[in-house]
Protein backbone atom coordinates (compact mmCIF):
# COMPACT_ATOMS: atom_id res chain seq x y z
CA UNK A 1 0.00 0.00 0.00
CA UNK A 2 1.67 3.48 -1.21
CA UNK A 3 1.07 6.24 1.31
CA UNK A 4 2.21 10.35 0.51
CA UNK A 5 2.95 11.52 3.62
CA UNK A 6 3.45 15.53 3.74
CA UNK A 7 6.42 16.96 5.83
CA UNK A 8 8.64 20.20 6.25
CA UNK A 9 11.37 21.23 4.58
CA UNK A 10 13.30 21.57 7.43
CA UNK A 11 13.85 17.58 7.62
CA UNK A 12 14.37 17.16 3.98
CA UNK A 13 18.35 15.47 4.65
CA UNK A 14 16.70 12.78 6.41
CA UNK A 15 14.69 11.32 3.71
CA UNK A 16 15.55 10.52 -0.23
CA UNK A 17 13.47 9.96 -3.45
CA UNK A 18 11.54 13.16 -2.87
CA UNK A 19 9.54 15.67 -5.51
CA UNK A 20 9.31 19.39 -4.93
CA UNK A 21 5.94 20.84 -5.31
CA UNK A 22 5.85 24.30 -4.07
CA UNK A 23 6.99 25.16 -0.63
CA UNK A 24 6.48 21.26 0.58
CA UNK A 25 7.75 18.05 -0.12
CA UNK A 26 6.13 14.90 -0.25
CA UNK A 27 7.50 11.42 -0.22
CA UNK A 28 6.30 8.32 -1.60
CA UNK A 29 6.76 5.39 0.67
CA UNK A 30 5.16 2.01 0.97
CA UNK A 31 4.20 0.35 4.52
CA UNK A 32 2.36 -2.42 5.76
CA UNK A 33 0.32 -0.38 7.90
CA UNK A 34 0.24 2.47 9.73
CA UNK A 35 2.13 3.24 12.69
CA UNK A 36 -0.36 2.81 15.74
CA UNK A 37 0.25 4.33 18.47
CA UNK A 38 0.69 3.03 21.91
CA UNK A 39 -2.74 2.51 24.13
CA UNK A 40 -4.09 1.52 26.64
CA UNK A 41 -7.89 0.15 27.48
CA UNK A 42 -9.76 -0.25 30.50
CA UNK A 43 -12.48 -2.62 30.60
CA UNK A 44 -15.30 -3.43 33.54
CA UNK A 45 -15.33 -7.17 34.02
CA UNK A 46 -17.30 -7.50 37.47
CA UNK A 47 -19.16 -4.25 38.75
CA UNK A 48 -22.28 -4.91 41.28
CA UNK A 49 -23.66 -6.26 44.61
CA UNK A 50 -23.72 -9.83 45.22
CA UNK A 51 -24.66 -12.57 47.80
CA UNK A 52 -21.75 -14.12 48.94
CA UNK A 53 -22.61 -17.67 47.11
CA UNK A 54 -22.94 -15.42 44.07
CA UNK A 55 -19.40 -13.37 44.41
CA UNK A 56 -18.66 -17.59 45.29
CA UNK A 57 -19.33 -18.85 41.97
CA UNK A 58 -17.87 -15.50 39.92
CA UNK A 59 -14.78 -15.24 41.14
CA UNK A 60 -13.43 -19.12 41.81
CA UNK A 61 -14.71 -19.47 37.86
CA UNK A 62 -12.47 -16.60 36.61
CA UNK A 63 -9.60 -18.23 39.20
CA UNK A 64 -10.07 -21.21 37.29
CA UNK A 65 -10.04 -20.77 34.09
CA UNK A 66 -6.50 -18.38 34.44
CA UNK A 67 -5.33 -20.96 36.45
CA UNK A 68 -6.41 -23.77 33.90
CA UNK A 69 -4.59 -21.63 31.10
CA UNK A 70 -1.47 -21.47 32.77
CA UNK A 71 -1.49 -25.05 33.67
CA UNK A 72 -1.88 -26.18 29.98
CA UNK A 73 1.02 -23.05 28.86
CA UNK A 74 2.98 -24.72 31.22
CA UNK A 75 2.26 -28.76 30.30
CA UNK A 76 2.57 -27.21 26.70
CA UNK A 77 6.35 -26.14 27.37
CA UNK A 78 7.04 -29.26 28.93
CA UNK A 79 6.27 -31.50 26.34
CA UNK A 80 7.27 -29.43 23.15
CA UNK A 81 10.69 -28.43 24.90
CA UNK A 82 11.48 -30.40 28.07
CA UNK A 83 11.66 -27.32 29.78
CA UNK A 84 10.14 -26.17 32.75
CA UNK A 85 8.68 -22.27 32.25
CA UNK A 86 9.69 -20.10 35.19
CA UNK A 87 7.50 -16.95 34.67
CA UNK A 88 3.86 -19.21 34.07
CA UNK A 89 5.03 -21.47 37.01
CA UNK A 90 5.38 -18.65 39.37
CA UNK A 91 1.75 -16.76 37.88
CA UNK A 92 0.25 -20.23 38.44
CA UNK A 93 1.42 -20.21 42.16
CA UNK A 94 0.29 -16.65 42.74
CA UNK A 95 -2.90 -17.19 41.41
CA UNK A 96 -3.43 -20.33 43.63
CA UNK A 97 -2.40 -17.84 46.75
CA UNK A 98 -4.37 -15.30 45.84
CA UNK A 99 -7.56 -17.69 44.94
CA UNK A 100 -7.14 -19.52 48.36
CA UNK A 101 -6.83 -15.96 50.32
CA UNK A 102 -9.96 -14.74 48.25
CA UNK A 103 -11.72 -18.08 49.25
CA UNK A 104 -10.97 -17.66 52.61
CA UNK A 105 -12.56 -13.94 52.92
CA UNK A 106 -15.87 -14.92 50.23
CA UNK A 107 -16.14 -17.90 53.04
CA UNK A 108 -16.55 -15.43 55.71
CA UNK A 109 -19.07 -13.24 54.30
CA UNK A 110 -20.59 -16.53 53.42
CA UNK A 111 -20.97 -17.27 57.10
CA UNK A 112 -21.73 -14.07 58.12
CA UNK A 113 -24.53 -14.00 55.97
CA UNK A 114 -23.40 -11.12 54.29
CA UNK A 115 -23.20 -9.54 50.80
CA UNK A 116 -20.19 -8.10 48.65
CA UNK A 117 -19.65 -5.19 46.22
CA UNK A 118 -17.30 -6.87 43.41
CA UNK A 119 -15.34 -4.91 40.66
CA UNK A 120 -12.69 -5.48 38.59
CA UNK A 121 -11.08 -4.08 35.51
CA UNK A 122 -9.21 -5.37 32.37
CA UNK A 123 -6.58 -2.94 31.65
CA UNK A 124 -4.99 -3.76 27.73
CA UNK A 125 -2.08 -2.31 26.62
CA UNK A 126 -1.11 -2.40 22.79
CA UNK A 127 2.75 -2.34 23.33
Known sequence: ?????NINKNILNAFSNFAHQSNKI??????EEPIKKQKQENFELVNGEFSASEAIEIIEDLY?????FHEIKSFSELIRYDAKDEATL???NALKENKEQVGKL??????DGR?????????????
Open 115 to 127: SLRVSSTISIEII
Open 1 to 5: MLFIT
Open 106 to 111: LQTARE
Open 26 to 31: YMITEQ
Open 90 to 92: ARL
Open 64 to 68: ARNIN
